[in-house]
């Protein structure tokens, strides 16, 4: 597909035509779902839109359930909102070490996840994930945190920054792969996704480990995980409790895993239709992964690393192969692929033609692409022809379903078609 110029007022007149006349939630209604596009625009060719910027990189675009704004994760530690596409001047909330705020940013660190509570509309509750430091543990300085907050009682553009409660912390002992993509299933309870910790090949061998101090004597097993909690109902002395059918809430390893395998997996997501969990998961030097997992496969899926980098070994023993997870689409460096960034399957209403499609893409070749989940569980890929943003920080989709795309350079875009 390939890009064509817009006239001057085309961005403008498909915004209105496709995405026009929706109107606010009624404040505390939490079932209320936002007007569909009162005039859908058909077709697949697709462009990226930009419709702001914020300060240094912007990591995600999400929203609250049944509500229009856009909040914008800035990596320095801040959340920024977009209303009716004007960004508003003063932060949501900034916890950046600028405002004395416990963020540590840069590199891979900063604030890296955000996720509303389902009931957000009348308990004001979200969370968020972070980079900060650890003071006395020389080998792990830094820690991977999941964090609690509320929304102001006196005005819904801000939050209480005084409310905010650690739920987890997790060690680590380096400043990369930190992950830190969370989000709520269907089921109500919240999954966050953590990096392999650091270092190069997972040499803290993080990937595989069920319990701590095994197999080397400063291994974390919630790192390099996909972590289910219940932040409803909480354990004795923690902030969460455990999910009675988590793999491992009975014994033989640590209660909050829900998967293990995971390298970086710094952007994944949650089809809202079907459930379907689609991670991308960063490489370590030769392949990107992508791995579309249906429900009744994700309890204590084993995504392989750091025996495997894809579908490849990279760490002997390999025996057992049918254990692990491989991804459906690999892409290697050699073809350009440096750090895969996910991705969103679309589920607007704005562009019927592309419901079910999932969007993606790399930070160092950039472009976009698409897969389609197939019913015996491979992926029709497409790599789109056209002119798409770089550096592209995730792919993710707001209340309605819509798809944004963010960079690193703080730039905001809505995926739209061209008529």
């Known amino acids: 597909m390939r890009t064509r110029r817009w006239r001057k007022l085309a961005p403008i007149l498909i915004l209105l035509l496709a995405c026009g006349g929706e109107k606010k939630p009624t404040p505390g209604d939490d079932a209320q779902v936002l007007p569909r596009c009162q005039v859908p625009v058909p077709g697949t060719n697709v462009t990226m839109r930009k419709i702001g910027q914020v300060t240094g990189a912007a990591l995600l675009v999400t929203s609250p359930p049944a509500d229009p704004r856009l909040f914008v994760i800035e990596q320095r530690g801040a959340i920024r909102i977009f209303d009716t596409e ?13 405002a004395g705020g416990p963020v540590i940013a840069g590199g891979e660190n900063g604030l890296l996840g955000l996720a509303f509570h389902p009931q957000y509309a009348t308990n004001g509750l979200f969370f968020v994930t972070y980079t900060a430091r650890n003071t ?17 009682a006196a005005d819904p553009n801000k939050a209480d920054a005084a409310s905010c409660v650690d739920v987890l912390s997790i060690p680590d002992f380096a400043t990369n792969h930190n992950g830190g993509m969370i989000e709520f299933g269907k089921d109500g309870l919240l999954y966050w996704a953590t990096g392999d910790g650091g270092g190069g090949g997972d040499p803290q061998r993080n990937g595989q480990a069920l319990t701590d101090g095994s197999p080397m004597p400063n291994t974390k097993a919630l790192l390099a995980k996909m972590l289910r909690l219940d932040v409803d109902n909480k354990a004795a002395g923690k902030e969460y409790g455990i999910p009675s059918d988590n793999p491992f809430s009975g014994g033989g390893g640590l209660p909050e895993i829900y998967m293990i395998g995971l390298r970086n997996a710094w952007r994944w997501t949650f089809d809202r239709e079907t459930g379907d969990m689609w991670i991308a998961d960063v490489g370590q030097g030769a392949i990107e992964e992508l791995t579309v997992l249906r429900p009744a496969q994700q309890k204590g899926a084993n995504l392989g690393w750091s025996t495997h980098e894809g579908s490849a070994c990279f760490r002997q023993p390999c025996n057992n192969p049918a254990s692990f997870v491989f991804p459906q689409d690999e892409r290697t460096h050699a073809d350009g692929w440096v ?8 589920r607007g209403t704005c562009f019927p033609d592309l419901d079910g499609t999932y969007f993606y893409t790399d930070f160092g070749k950039g472009g976009l692409s698409t897969a389609r989940l197939n019913a015996d569980d491979t992926l029709t890929v497409t790599d789109l022809v056209g002119s798409f943003p770089g550096k592209g920080a995730s792919i993710h989709e707001d209340s309605r379903g819509e798809i944004y795309e963010t960079d690193t350079n703080g730039n905001v875009f809505q995926l739209q078609v061209m008529p």
């Open 339 to 346: 750090s895969i960034t996910g991705g969103q399957v679309y």
């Open 136 to 152: 006395g543990d020389p080998a792990n300085a830094q820690r991977n945190v999941l964090v609690r907050c509320s929304v102001s």
């Open 86 to 98: 004007l960004l508003l001047p003063d932060p949501f909330l900034d916890l950046s070490g600028d």
